[in-house]
């Protein structure tokens, strides 16, 4: 459709990259040949956009894909993100050469994702906990990153901490001289010309009398300067413990290698050297030839914690499994640090809690807490066993609010990981509640028990409705439904309920926490909210168009999200079935995409005016993808061709009822533009016509300009053209460049630079409004008012909103074509609105009052 | 009579298609089996008379997909097929359209979609037992 035939596309492409290696000279560019190549770019933009999309989708669960399908995919992105430098670069030759470069390195490695060796990505030697995310596994190994979800996705203490990598197990044991000593022992080993036994002791010996590598030691003594810093104590102990990769769920290394806790300082390298020696234990080798796994393809990764100072520790089951029918929880818990109790050598007192709201405790075994475990003092390595007080011996180591507490976390857990949960806590000195790991609950010996006829059982439960909207994320959830009419009504969801919306805003994300399940009458499978859902896997449905109708507050419903049907009733056992099924999210390709999705998605460069704007700091697909976009419209408006007849023939001045300059360039070649004015509704561009409209809405405009102090005059005028004189679209014409479903619209309005580029198909994943604006007349803190005042005005109309001082960047998509026009309409209105706001922005509660004046506006029109 | 569960052949070099089909296939009441080879699907189809068989189309061991689909149809010829396929083409959807394939589903597919080809199947399968 853009191009007449592809041989001839395909012929040019070349010829031009042919040239791009031979000629030297800078030609400025036809206009002709400008807005080809600028519309091919943006054609391929939108492919790319819809092959992100399509990605990311995938992460839901409703589809079955297969490595082939991720490897195509990335094909195909790859390919139209390279033809966007290719046209970019035909705009203007030789300017942007390094894109190549960029491109190349992130390709580079997301197809070292794909190429699925145990990848030790390229990574750092330590990294703090803070900085992890479970798209790091590979890097950190699946004790630290489930660990760090615990904490910064779901918000839970846990402790503070740094992982030591893969990559610094590569450094110590796969190159270098160890590596070749270990290989070499290793190769004996499999040819059965030495035993485990004796193989295992000589391996473990290597390491520990091996010197870590300078670099490593640095980095890891730096770490412990960092977590005594954010914890501010200079006397701290840790826990080194294991963080082993593991390929799948099905291999569970428990306590197959070696953790030492109250390590003092001057003990961690040591001890960092023992844990990695005990990959080699008899046991771990004997477990692994066993299972099949190659020793080339174990890492190991370490977590360095500071020691808790536990004054209560113990274990959660979020399920007892002996006891399916009693639905409850189970707790042990006792004095001290609670290491005994995990290995299974202790007594400890057990607490069984409902799992249903609201977690009433179904009964209690108190046992005789004679001593406990606490951390040795003295810079020892190790704890020591100490007498439990006379009094506290007998009496329940947890209060009622602490097991209460613990109950509600560790279901969020449990929903979160989709599995019944084994958690180890502690309660510190300040009685916080911390995590210190959350595993899968092991279930086999259950497993006959959970699994049940699932056809008979949807007999037993009346469907309310099934098969509308969409899943968003899949996975069964029971609660009670909670109704929101309105924001106010967020404020008080309770704990496990299932939230049911009229639209899914972005607000419903305040209680994402506390919900099992989430329905909406309206919303998009691609818009905020539901990429919130999928990060903390809350079985979503959207765009039902009946849930609000059919459900009532307090109704107590099943949501199965995997199959897209509701029950009315509780029902426990399909809850149950879930549990023993290998959740989507634990398979490798789920984590495969996820990893890629994470060189591809991510948008870092979001503001065209910052420094950081710029091929280096692309880290993602995306970011090129936007950078490039940018760029070619710049490209096109930049170059001052008003004189040039091409471009006479295909812009045109619109006739418009406010005293708004603007011209038009029609890249489509649809219009006739063989009147010197046109009017609006002639416009071919929908969304200009509609943004049009909102503009000359009569009386926005039009109002009295404010008279303008001379001191803010004059503080206009040396801040904002400074800055902006390198920007020279904005120095002159108020210009939209459009076709049938394209606009791309900068205005310079007073002192304000808008630009909205904008996407209105029939395909709603193509879709997207770009809003930008900053500048004004008056000083600094005017402007950030007004900045914050049209901040909020697009977050009403459920834009994605940034704000730096005076610039506001909105953006949506993802959403239909009659909504972008809509959105369009108000962005017009808005415009008009805040064009001379920022003067009488005096005061903070202008901002209200001029919100609210925006909406009696907004709805005397509807 | 009309009470015993059908049973489902699934055939995939991936084994994560099989790891997501089977469970949810269980869930609405099936039997399923699954194999990565075909030449394993087969000799156990000699065995069992299935009465659906999913199978990709391009596996690259010794028998491929459109052989073994083939060779299915002509032992039984009453097993409904469903092709699931990566490379999805109109002369493939072509050939297996006459080799008596009931439906044809592109990959990456909607758990949706393959519940609607199922249920296709088993409707065709029940009429033709009455």
Known sequence: MLFNNIKQYIYELSEKFRSLFVSGNKQKQSPIDLFEHFHKLIAQNNIALEIMSDLGEKLSGEYVFDRRYIEESVIKLSDSLYKMIYHLDCMAPKKYVQLFSVYNRIRSEIDMELKGRVCIPDGDLVVPYTKIDDTLEDLVGGKNASLCIVGNVLGFNIPSGFAITTRAFELILRDGILADKIQEYLDQWQQDKISTEKVSAKLQNIILDAKLPDELAKEILKGIAELKKEVNKQNLTFAVRSSALVEDSEHSFAGQYSSFLNVPEAKVLDAYKRVVASTYSRRAMEYRREKGILESEIAMAVGCQVIVPARVSGVVYTLDAFNLEKERLVISALPGIGEKLVAGQREADRYFVSRTVPHSILGMDIVHKKDMLIAAGNQEEGLSQVKVDEEAADRPCLTSNQVLELAKAALQLERYFKHPQDIEFAFDDQNRLVILQSRPLNLQQSKPRLVCDLAKLAEKFPVIFEQKGEIVQEGVAMGKVCLIKDDKDLENVPEGAILVAHFSSPNLARAIKQVNGIITDIGSPFGHMATIAREFRIPMIINTRIATKLLHHGQEITLDATENVVYAGFMKELCFYNFTETKFGETYEYRLLRRILKKISPLNLVDPKDKKFSPSFCKSFHDLIRYIHEQAVRELIDQNYFTHSFVRKRAVKVNLSIPLDLVVIDISNKSDFNLQKIEPEELVSLPLRKFLKGVSVPGIWAREPVPVDFKSFVSSMTKTFSSDVADPRFVGQNLAVISPEYANISLRLGYHFTMIDTFATSNARDNYIYFRFFGGVTDDTRKTRRARLIGKLLAESDFFVSIKGDLVIGRLKGVSKEEILEKMFVLGILVAYTRQLDVQMKDDYKIDYFLSEFHNILMSLN | ?130
Not at chain 2, 9 to 24: F, G, H
């Open chain 2, 1 to 130: 009579m009309g009470k015993r569960r059908i049973n489902i052949l699934i055939v995939d070099d991936e084994p994560i298609v099989s790891k997501r089909l089977k469970p949810s296939l269980e869930r609405k009441g099936y039997d399923v089996e699954t194999f990565v080879r075909a030449v394993d699907a087969l000799d156990r189809f000699k065995n069992c008379p299935f009465d659906i068989v999913i199978t990709d189309l391009k596996m690259e061991e010794e028998l491929d997909g459109m052989e073994f689909l083939t060779e299915v149809k002509s032992l039984r010829p009453e097993t409904e097929v469903i092709v699931i396929t990566g490379f999805a083409t109109m002369e493939t959807a072509k050939e297996s359209f006459k080799k008596g394939v009931l439906d044809f589903l592109a990959k990456p597919f909607k758990l949706k979609e393959i519940h609607n080809a199922v249920a296709k199947a088993v409707d065709r399968i029940k009429s033709k037992e009455e």
